[in-house]
């Protein structure tokens, strides 16, 4: 099955600078990738995703990159801001099936 | 629309005592999870429905944890009996056809075993 890993655990950026968070996947038939933030004692909420047939997918200040030949994928925050800080997880759909398989998730500290 | 639903938000109890958790997904989705965060283990799903059928249950722990989706409006996660370890935020969540590929999460129940 799907197997998602996650780095870095944890990020700690100064307000304005970038933050990117990284996931690699080893079912190279996977084609669906959201991101999800968490906010201390909230749902994860999906902020951005990408299909298997797009490279990449931007939306303000985020974005994400598909690289499907090293089966890798990525975040991007530019600009960020204190209300940025969560925790993000991405994921990817495990193939033939709905299920969606989680990395370990990020802690992202924007300091201000 | 409210979202998903969950209750209840907060659940203590006993160890050894039956605890039923509660979700209604979004109106119209096809597809329901049952998910436990921890932050050892962290996301995990333990089963999932599509119309009211259990399609995968493989991340259900052991037989003390049981589901079920009697209608397209609700569902339950049940543990009986509980234990100390099973403490944790359970998450609901849907998606519906076609893709089915967006979840929505609800609030969660945040469970508390002693």
């Known amino acids: 099955g799907e197997n998602v890993e996650q780095h870095p655990s944890t990020l700690s950026v100064q307000e304005g600078d970038s933050a990117v968070i990284k996931c690699t996947y080893s079912?190279?038939?996977?084609?669906?990738f959201p991101w999800y933030k968490q906010e201390l004692g909230k749902r994860p909420q999906l902020i951005i995703d990408?299909?298997?047939?797009?490279g990449e997918k931007k939306d303000q200040r985020i974005a994400v990159t598909l690289n499907k030949t090293a089966k890798h994928f990525s975040l991007h925050i530019t600009e960020t801001q204190p209300e940025d800080s969560a925790v993000y997880f991405c994921?990817?759909?495990?193939?033939?099936?709905?299920?969606?398989?989680f990395g370990t998730g990020t802690r992202l500290k924007v300091l201000a | 629309d409210a979202g998903v639903i969950q209750s209840p938000r907060h659940e203590v109890t006993e160890m050894g005592q039956e605890v039923t958790l509660r979700c209604k997904p979004i109106?119209?989705?096809?597809?329901l999870f049952w998910y436990r965060q921890t932050m050892m283990r962290g996301l995990e799903l333990l089963i999932y429905?599509?119309?009211?059928?259990?399609?995968?249950d493989s991340g259900m722990p052991e037989d003390r944890f049981s589901a079920k989706m009697p209608n397209a409006s609700f569902s339950t996660l049940k543990i009986q009996p509980s234990e100390p370890r099973d403490s944790a935020v359970y998450f609901c969540?849907?998606?519906?056809?076609?893709?089915?590929?967006?979840?929505?999460f609800g609030p969660g129940t945040r469970l508390l075993v002693l």
């Open positions: 969540a849907s998606s519906f056809l076609p893709g089915a590929e967006t979840q929505y």
């Open positions: 079912d190279s038939a996977s084609n669906y």
């Open positions: 990408i299909r298997s047939n797009v």
């Open positions: 994921a990817a759909r495990d193939t033939g099936t709905y299920k969606y398989i």
């Open positions: 109106s119209g989705h096809d597809y």
């Open positions: 429905f599509n119309n009211n059928v259990p399609i995968d």
